[in-house]
T-cell receptor, first 118, second 115 residues
Framework: DVKVTQSSRYLVKRTGEKVFLECVQD?????MFWYRQDPGLGLRLIYF???????EKGDIPEGYSVSREKKERFSLILESASTNQTSMYLC?????????????????FGDGTRLSIL | LAKITQPISMDSYEGQEVNITCSHN???????ITWYQQFPSQGPRFIIQ???TKVTNEVASLFIPADRKSSTLSLPRVSLSDTAVYYC????????????????FGSGTQLTVLP
């Protein structure tokens, strides 16, 4: 079974702090994703990485950056945290190997980090 | 990007069949439809995926009409443990450079199963 592990379930930080959210997957997946989830808005893609050191902006990248130095680890960075970044953050991974089996690649999610910015 | 609409909430009773419809009018030729289930304090979990017609697995069926502008997740004989939020995702086949803006989640449907 694929395991996607997010380093913290709950995190409380202050406005202006630099915040790091970490995600690790154990299935050698090529693709990794960061989403934020807010009531009534569903999941919105922040950043996506399809290979080590490769990244692409999603729908809401402003105020965030990412780092992928190793294949299994994808970090989300809030450069200067603000209160409007209080949210649930979800990490996911997928593999192109699933395309042959299933047509497309389902994503495997971690259990999320609930981040509060005070 | 596909624009996705799904009902905000639905109620059902134990033992009934539940159908949740997702509208995706501007779906592209290479887009696939995937449904996820999410319980409180957990990440979404894959349920089923399809491209056209009907797909069935051990937990659900997915119906996609010929024009592919909508899809319906069907849960047979629901139980209390099926109470969750269900998300529809439309995503371009494969992920590579340039694909980040080619996936869109719906805002989710809260299904409540009553005894």
């Amino acid at each position: 079974d694929v395991k996607v592990t997010q380093s913290s379930r709950y995190l409380v930080k202050r406005t202006g702090e630099k915040v790091f959210l970490e995600c690790v997957q154990d299935m050698d997946h090529e693709n990794m994703f960061w989403y934020r989830q807010d009531p009534g808005l569903g999941l919105r893609l922040i950043y996506f990485s399809y290979d080590v050191k490769m990244k692409e902006k999603g729908d809401i990248p402003e105020g965030y950056s990412v780092s992928r130095e190793k294949k299994e680890r994808f970090s989300l960075i809030l450069e200067s945290a603000s209160t409007n970044q209080t949210s649930m953050y979800l990490c996911a991974s997928s593999t192109i190997r699933d395309i042959l089996l299933m047509g497309n690649q389902p994503q495997h999610f971690g259990d999320g980090t609930r981040l509060s910015i005070l | 990007l596909a624009k996705i609409t799904q009902p905000i909430s639905m109620d059902s009773y134990e033992g009934q069949e539940v159908n949740i419809t997702c509208s995706h009018n501007n779906i592209a030729t290479n887009d696939y439809i995937t449904w996820y289930q999410q319980f409180p304090s957990q990440g979404p979990r894959f349920i089923i995926q399809g491209y056209k017609t009907k797909v069935t697995n051990e937990v659900a069926s997915l119906f996609i009409p010929a024009d592919r502008k909508s899809s319906t997740l069907s849960l047979p004989r629901v139980s209390l443990s099926d109470t969750a939020v269900y998300y529809c995702l439309v995503a371009r086949r494969g992920f590579s450079s340039g694909s980040a803006r080619q996936l869109t989640f719906g805002s989710g449907t809260q299904l409540t199963v009553l005894p």
